[in-house]
């Protein structure tokens, strides 16, 4: 969405009573993923690149009261006055707040705490939406998406702090049904000139705006993500052993770090990694399914292992053009794992931040990362789109990120 787009809300096409149907329900469902963590659970930070459970539910309770109870909402009195130290994430024109790595270090306020935190900015957000305009209504829908993205990133960050614990507690009990084997197909496309990025039609971050014209050279994509059978091969193979598969920054990452298999593949009994025949998820430690798509490797490891594979990760154009073009021979399948692309996060031509309080959203953030297509099964329903451009550094690992290969043609 363009900046004046989302002053203006000339394209949102909801109405108040949607809009409040939609707050309750978002609102509602970041409870839920909560509700199976107890108050220590909440509390823990496993690394810096993670944030505790209940400071993802306070940060997101921040966002509406800091950007619509504050400005919109008169005499809108905040629930705590330092809250906004605490939870303030990185908006620099908001004030000052504690340092990321810091963030565990809160135990107070508690988990209950929080959860009155967020009925106070309920309660208040039930008034204001009562009187939407559509400037306002804008910024509640950001602040929707907002925060269906931190559910995404809760279920990511309590999966590694379980994952350092040595119990391997399950966030859930459920276990995913084994995958069928599925023969790789490759989708062609001709090439051309082709147009990328969101229409403007409904949300979508100012990142994926404005849409362009981007000319591809004729390619094959691959119609699934690589699986973790595919995957062992690759290991079996030496991979992790071969420098020449590998780019530079990321072969020093396999040396410094004893990178042997994806982040939460499982070790036997001696401590190798020959077998990997169990894998740490949201279920606890489970068979590895050959079948399933591989997950939690770095873009050093997608790049690494498409050498490898004789292919290449495709560019997001190319991803974003075969995710929307007609539906023709196979299928392509994708949305259980962000699919690493071979495209630097970068604005496109012409782009604009959001204007006002929402312009720190995204843009700053253009540097030094690669951008990831799809969605996993950690993101919210309804929350994936063909143009969405999530991003990470190359060396991250503890998203749900997989692999998905294409080739010249
Ligand atoms: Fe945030």
Redesign the pocket.
């Known amino acids: 969405m363009a900046a004046g787009q989302l002053e203006q809300g000339p394209t949102l096409r909801v109405t108040g009573a949607d809009l409040r149907t939609r707050y309750c329900a978002v609102r509602a469902r970041t409870e839920a993923l909560a509700a199976r963590l107890s108050p220590e659970d909440q509390q823990v930070q496993s690394m810096a690149d993670a944030s505790p459970a209940k400071w993802h539910r306070a940060?997101t309770t921040w966002?509406f009261e800091t950007f619509l109870l504050l400005p919109h909402q008169a005499g809108y009195r905040v629930f705590h006055e330092r809250f906004s130290h605490l939870f303030n994430?990185y908006y620099e024109a908001v004030g000052a707040r504690i340092v990321r790595a810091s963030r565990g270090m809160l135990t107070r306020p508690g988990a209950d705490e929080i959860t009155a935190y967020r009925a106070h900015v309920d309660a208040a957000m039930s008034a204001l939406l009562e009187q939407c305009t559509p400037a306002i209504a804008a910024l509640v829908e950001l602040g929707l998406n907002?925060e269906q993205?931190?559910q995404e990133l809760i279920l990511t960050d309590i999966k590694h702090a379980f994952f350092c614990n040595p119990l391997l507690p399950a966030y859930r009990a459920e276990v995913p049904a084994p995958r069928l084997s599925q023969k790789l197909e490759w989708r062609e496309h001709p090439g051309g000139v082709v147009a990328i990025g969101h229409d403007g039609a409904d949300f979508a971050f100012d990142n994926e705006s404005p849409r362009h014209q981007v000319l591809l050279r004729p390619f094959r994509i691959a119609a699934r993500a690589v699986s973790n059978g595919e995957y062992q091969a690759f290991i079996a193979d030496g991979g992790y052993r071969r420098p020449e598969f590998w780019l530079s920054d990321g072969w020093a990452r396999v040396s410094d770090e004893n990178w042997e298999t994806p982040l939460y593949w499982l070790k036997d009994d001696d401590g190798s990694a020959k077998e990997n025949s169990f894998v740490f998820t949201l279920s606890g430690a489970q068979p590895l399914d050959p079948h399933a798509p591989v997950e939690h490797v770095s873009f050093y490891e997608a790049a690494a292992y498409a050498a490898w594979a004789g292919a290449r990760l495709p560019t997001e154009f190319e991803w974003e053009a075969s995710a929307t073009a007609d539906a023709c021979g196979p299928r392509f399948d994708h949305g259980e794992v962000w699919e690493w692309t071979r495209s630097s996060y970068d604005p496109y031509p012409g782009f604009q931040a959001f204007e006002g309080v929402a312009a720190e959203y995204n843009g700053k953030f253009m540097v030094g990362q690669m951008v990831l297509r799809g969605g996993s099964v950690a993101t919210p329903p309804g929350h994936m789109r063909a143009t969405y451009r999530n991003f990470f550094p190359p060396q991250a690992r503890w998203q749900f990120s997989g692999i998905r290969l294409a080739k010249d043609i």
Do not use: A, D, L, M
Request: aromatic share 16%; charged share 0%.
């Open positions: 940060h966002f994430s907002h993205q931190h």
